[in-house]
């Protein structure tokens, strides 16, 4: 997310605080690096649900209910639906994204993955899915 829409520190900090969490800069720096870089470390789901709430914040504005509290765990289905609403998508536009990475998925497919769990439709979102929609994400929101 950093790289598809050039945050920089300050702005991806601003992030994590909107969503709830106060993080640090040495701290961001550990979970930008690259896995098996020696400061490497994983950014914990609750760490990243909050950068996620963060970014909806910052594109939606704050809801009525206040700060929603982070998630503990995120799915591969969470952290694509987040980024749905931050980016205000409809399946249309996913589906376009989708294809910028040839992914091809139908609206049915594409609906399977926002549903509850407990849906009879609910389908899992696989990393390959996922991996997809964010390297779409790039060619469409970084055209150079």
């Known amino acids: 997310m ?3 829409f050039d945050f920089s520190d300050p702005m991806m900090l601003s992030l994590f605080k909107l969503g709830g969490y106060e993080g640090s800069k040495a701290e961001l720096i550990t979970w930008l690096a690259r896995e098996g ?4 470390v994983l950014c914990e789901d609750v760490n990243l ?5 963060g970014l909806i914040i910052k594109n939606r504005g704050p809801s009525d209910d206040g700060t929603p509290e982070p998630e503990t765990f ?3 289905n969470s952290v694509f639906r987040k980024l749905k609403i931050a980016l205000s998508l409809q399946a249309d536009e996913i589906i376009l994204i989708l294809k910028l990475s040839e992914f091809t998925m139908s609206k049915h497919e594409l609906s399977a993955l926002f549903r509850r769990p407990d ?8 990393d390959q899915v996922l991996r997809n929609f ?4 790039e060619k469409h929101y970084r055209k150079n």
């Not at 649900?49 to 709430?53: K, T």
């Open 49 to 53: 649900a909050s950068f996620l709430n």
């Open 2 to 4: 950093r790289y598809v």
């Open 74 to 76: 995120l799915s591969n």
């Open 134 to 137: 964010l390297d779409g994400m």
């Open 119 to 126: 849906h009879k439709n609910y389908r899992q979102c696989l």
């Open 37 to 40: 870089e020696a400061n490497f």
